[in-house]
């Protein structure tokens, strides 16, 4: 075991069904280290990150820990609550925490400490807690009160007080913006500094080359490498990843015909658009076969745009063209009716059926559609789910394993089977690369540029400025709920959008 090693983890491991998940993995982390975990959705960074703490039992290999005392030991993990009391915590992108409940209570709860009996003590030591790591919320406010990002760190919090000293960070930037995200780094760079060991697991390259010192690469379940920050370049880190040379991510519009505009009437045009959240009258229209996007600064509205569009927000207001012919789409029914398809911001709420298979959750959207007392016989369903688990090559080990099992690259790729398998007209992806890997995000953007050069409609949400200039040939600008401008041609560079949000001038260079 390496001097500075607080875990060691060697010839890990772990099979299901059809699927060799890790094969002879190592991995080291040290006290003091901001350790980032990379690799494509499917590498099987989840799968080693569930054997670290219990959720999976390692079908082979050792993990060692180094107790307080300096004395390396091997351990054997059945459970989170054992991980606990080795001092593995971990805090997962989707918030395990009670929103009903008070900052305080979520710190200590389940802990039966008899010192917090007392509703005063627990909430001063709470306080202190949240004071010496910089936390700015008091332990008496409702966690729901709290934003996503103070949520995340009092989760930390929580995993700190219980003496952790291997913190697992799992995408815990996925839903951040840029101050809040800052705020996080904060936070891990004085828990490093305090001998805390994080393994960090993220998609964001900025964000790896910001906070860390190490990364360690896993492809196809098995190891690639391990490397200081210094000594692996981006380009070289993707390399890695994909197991082949990056292509430029630029230059990816090569591989399909550029939209051309037409004359021809908008395949759908909404005028006076608004809805129940807040959304001001905006109007928008969309051709065949184009690509458009509409981008701002997180809680701009661009989602709250295209939820009214697609009907799954209250709509107050505004008339709807498909194709030149008046239609009402009041719920998303309508939408689909007419041949709208809608992928979600939120995959997790909004998209798959955690419990239902692959084959279900793809076909889910056309049974809709058709009836459920029209159902498919399991021989057809099996069909289309075998025809885009080909098409858009979904790992997984058969049509029936249920949709949780996957990654979340695969996950997301069922949710835009489902919708392809529809056939739209016009498809709506809202942050569909948002937490999935480098190589993943590569296929989708082609996949939609393909669609577009065959006739669909494509409005195309990303964070990613850079993701938006690649595939959009026009894109909105969301102000404060506000449709502020309309960039194309020369305009679509990342100054203009910046100075069109900044300052809401359509024509702003």
């Excluded at 989602?303 to 709807?320: M, N, P, W, Y």
Aim: some cysteine.
């Amino acid at each position: 075991m390496r001097d500075k090693a607080i875990l060691e983890m060697r010839g890990i491991y772990k099979s299901f069904p059809g699927v060799k998940a890790l094969q002879n993995v190592d991995f080291t982390l040290c006290a003091g280290e901001i350790h980032a975990l990379m690799g494509e959705n499917g590498a099987g960074k989840s799968t080693l990150i569930k054997v670290l703490t219990g959720v999976h039992i390692k079908d082979e290999g050792k993990i060692s820990i180094r107790t307080k005392d300096g004395q390396e030991q091997e351990v054997q993990i059945h459970s989170p609550q054992e991980a606990q009391r080795n001092g593995i915590s971990t805090v997962y992108q989707e918030i395990s925490l009670c929103p009903n409940l008070s900052v305080a209570e979520n710190i200590f709860l389940g802990r039966g400490d008899s010192a917090f009996v007392s509703w005063k003590k627990m909430n001063k030591r709470a306080g202190e807690l949240l004071q010496n790591l910089g936390i700015g919320v008091k332990p008496t406010d409702q966690l729901a009160s709290c934003s996503i990002a103070v949520q995340q760190m009092v989760a930390i919090a929580r995993a700190v007080d219980m003496e952790c000293r291997v913190l697992i960070l799992d995408e815990p930037t996925s839903s951040l913006d840029d101050s809040e995200v800052a705020k996080l780094f904060k936070l891990m760079r004085d828990l490093k500094s305090r001998g805390v060991g994080i393994i960090f697991v993220t998609h964001f390259l900025d964000q790896v080359y910001e906070v860390c010192d190490k990364i360690t690469v896993l492809r196809d379940g098995t190891l690639v490498g391990e490397y200081e920050i210094e000594t692996l370049p981006r380009v070289q880190l993707v390399s890695k990843m994909l197991g082949k040379e990056l292509d430029d991510m630029a230059d990816i519009k090569e591989d399909v015909p550029e939209f051309k505009a037409t004359d021809e009437l908008p395949v759908y045009e909404g005028k006076g658009l608004c809805s129940s959240e807040g959304i001001s009258p905006f109007d928008f229209h969309i051709r065949r076969g184009e690509v458009n996007g509409f981008t701002g600064l997180l809680g701009s509205g661009r989602s709250e745009c295209v939820r009214t569009i697609f009907g799954a927000d209250k709509v107050t207001g505004g008339t709807v063209k498909m194709n030149g012919k008046t239609v009402k789409i009041n719920k998303p029914k309508d939408a689909m009716k007419n041949g709208i398809g809608y992928l979600p911001e939120d995959r997790k709420r909004d998209g798959i059926v955690g419990d239902l298979s692959v084959r279900d959750n793809i076909i889910l959207a056309l049974q809709v559609k058709t009836g459920f007392f029209k159902p498919f016989s399991k021989a057809k369903a099996t069909e289309f789910a075998n025809e885009y688990i080909k098409l858009l090559e979904i790992k997984t080990a058969s049509v029936n394993t249920p949709i949780k099992s996957l990654s979340g690259g695969n996950q997301q790729k069922v949710i835009l089977a489902r919708w392809l398998l529809t056939n739209p007209e016009y498809l709506i992806l809202d942050e569909p690369t948002r937490g999935i890997d480098v190589g993943t995000k590569i296929a989708i953007q082609k996949l939609v540029l393909k669609l577009a050069s065959e006739g669909m409609s494509v409005t195309f949400i990303s964070s990613e400025t850079d993701e938006m200039l690649r595939t959009c040939s026009r894109l909105l600008v969301m102000r404060d709920r506000k449709l502020v401008g309309e960039l194309t041609g020369s305009q679509l560079t990342q100054n203009t959008i910046m100075n069109t949000i900044a300052g809401g001038d359509k024509n702003a260079e």
